[in-house]
């Protein structure tokens, strides 16, 4: 008896021993597969929401692409009318629509609005004091035409001539000159030196090189800055002379204003028989 109690306690308490060491195995077991079975669910549901961010990203993308042609093509339809006032600023929906310009339509208004009259067929006018257009950047002729119509720079017969265009022609009469060939003007271009001032500056007077502004380099030059190469010397004086007495007061931040105040009359004439005989820089070259 008492060896079969042994025996039994024995038993009972390997047996619950093994009861006991099963369950934290089992329990380990089902900790781990729960723990799999989580990691899982999270895995799965970290994909999903994965793939849903992905996929609202993409259409969110889609729709910001989607409205920005939207806002591009209002832009060159309705935006200019209402936008465009008195008080110019280069905003990047203008930028954009200039590059709109179609140089066909901006010949065909180009002879509707009589501009050949003063400016040449092409853009080379026959005043001299009367500037030469031909080759001029598009966004300098497109604001020129609109400051002109808004009164914003002073002339009887360019207001005469633009009051009634709308910004989109102006936009095409812009590109239709850009296209045209500049003026060469002929010139001693040996043994004339270059007017400090167009390449250096001068320090003493806080004055920055003509050409850090007007480089012949369309890469360097800023978007909006005019080519001033090539242009007739009247007229290059008469509007430095016009900005320095506040005349024309058109130019952005009075930096042409600031500019010119500070020249001599001496110095505006030199530079402007420099730049008129300096070749432009052609663009495709
Ligand atoms: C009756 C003569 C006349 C007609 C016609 C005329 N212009 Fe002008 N234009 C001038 C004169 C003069 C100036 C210079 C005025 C000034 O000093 O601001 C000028 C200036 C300009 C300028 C500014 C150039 C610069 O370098 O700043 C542009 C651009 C221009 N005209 C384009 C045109 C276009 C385009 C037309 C036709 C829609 C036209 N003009 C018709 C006489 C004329
Ligand atoms: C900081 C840049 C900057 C500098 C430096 C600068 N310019 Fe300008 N200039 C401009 C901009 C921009 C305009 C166009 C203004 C406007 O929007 O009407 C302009 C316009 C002009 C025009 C009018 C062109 C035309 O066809 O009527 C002339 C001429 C000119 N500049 C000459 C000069 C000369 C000469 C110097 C050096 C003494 C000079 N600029 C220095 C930025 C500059």
Redesign the pocket.
């Known amino acids: 008896m008492k060896l079969t109690n042994i025996v039994l306690t024995t038993l009972l308490i390997s047996a619950s021993q093994a009861a006991i060491a099963q369950d934290p195995v089992s329990q380990m077991m089902n900790i781990m597969q729960s723990g799999a079975n989580t990691a899982s669910d999270i895995m799965k549901s970290g994909s999903d929401t994965a793939s849903n961010a992905m996929n609202s990203a993409i259409n969110t993308t889609k729709d910001a692409v989607d409205s920005g042609i939207d806002q591009v093509k209002d832009t060159t339809t309705n935006f200019f009318p209402l936008s465009i006032t008195d008080d110019f600023k280069w905003t990047a929906p203008i930028v954009m629509a200039i590059e709109t310009g179609d140089p066909k339509k901006g010949k065909a208004l180009?002879k509707k609005?009589?501009?050949k009259?003063?400016?040449g067929k092409t853009g080379i006018s026959d005043e001299d004091?009367?500037?030469s257009?031909a080759g001029q950047i598009p966004a300098y002729?497109f604001k020129?035409?609109h400051d002109y119509k808004m009164k914003q720079?002073d002339?009887k017969?360019?207001y005469k001539?633009?009051k009634n265009l709308s910004n989109q022609e102006m936009i095409h009469?812009a590109a239709w000159y850009a296209t045209q060939k500049p003026e060469v003007m002929a010139g001693d271009k040996k043994g004339k030196s270059i007017p400090i001032l167009a390449n250096i500056g001068d320090k003493k007077r806080f004055l920055l090189a003509c050409d850090t502004c007007h480089d012949e380099d369309a890469m360097k030059r800023g978007f909006q800055t005019?080519i001033i190469e090539g242009q007739k010397p009247e007229?290059f004086i008469?509007?430095m002379t016009a900005f320095k007495d506040g005349e024309?007061a058109n130019d952005h931040y009075k930096l042409m204003q600031s500019i010119s105040a500070k020249l001599t009359e001496n110095e505006i004439e030199d530079l402007a028989a420099y730049y008129a005989t300096k070749p432009m820089k052609d663009e495709d070259d």
């Open positions: 180009a609005n009589k501009c009259k003063c400016h004091d009367t500037p257009i002729t020129q035409l720079r002339s017969s360019m001539s633009v009469l005019p007229h008469e509007t024309r």
